[in-house]
């Protein structure tokens, strides 16, 4: 573990977090303080400490001194803590959630059509 693997721990973090909490368009890049920002409300109190130590490493990796100063253990375990919350909803999950969402909307869709059409029929005195 070095100042070079935080960077990549906090992009995947990021990317997780936007994948499983939304916030981000498709095609777009977010860091993790940024993410943080927006959807860091979504995490349970103690993973936002973690994810604020991994943003608080993240900031001064571009100071090589300071960032040798970090502890990589607890950036390390942060990661880890982070990683395991947040995959566990995979691509497959999130795809049939979306099919399933899609598919109740249009089911929601044609009952009310057929509701306003059998309204229509009773007003013109058809039924």
């Known amino acids: 573990m070095g100042i070079e693997n935080i ?17 981000l368009r498709r095609g777009h890049y977010a ?19 973690e994810a ?15 960032a040798r100063q970090c502890d990589f253990q607890k950036l390390e375990h ?10 566990p909803l995979g691509q497959v999950a999130r795809f049939r959630g979306g099919v399933i969402g899609t598919v109740a909307s249009v089911i929601m869709s044609l009952l009310l059509l057929g509701a306003l059409v059998l309204w229509l029929m009773t007003q013109r005195g058809l039924l």
């Not at 960077?7 to 916030?23: I, K, Q, S, T, Y």
């Not at 604020?52 to 300071?66: C, E, I, N, T, Y």
């Open 7 to 23: 960077r990549p721990m906090a992009d995947e973090v990021a990317g997780l977090m936007a994948a499983r909490f939304g916030g």
């Open 31 to 49: 860091d993790l303080e940024s993410m943080m920002r927006k959807r860091g409300g979504a995490l349970p109190r103690r993973l936002r400490r």
């Open 78 to 87: 942060a990661h880890k803590a982070l990683t395991h919350y947040l995959r």
């Open 52 to 66: 604020r130590l991994l943003v608080q490493a993240d900031r001064v990796v571009g100071h090589p001194k300071l």
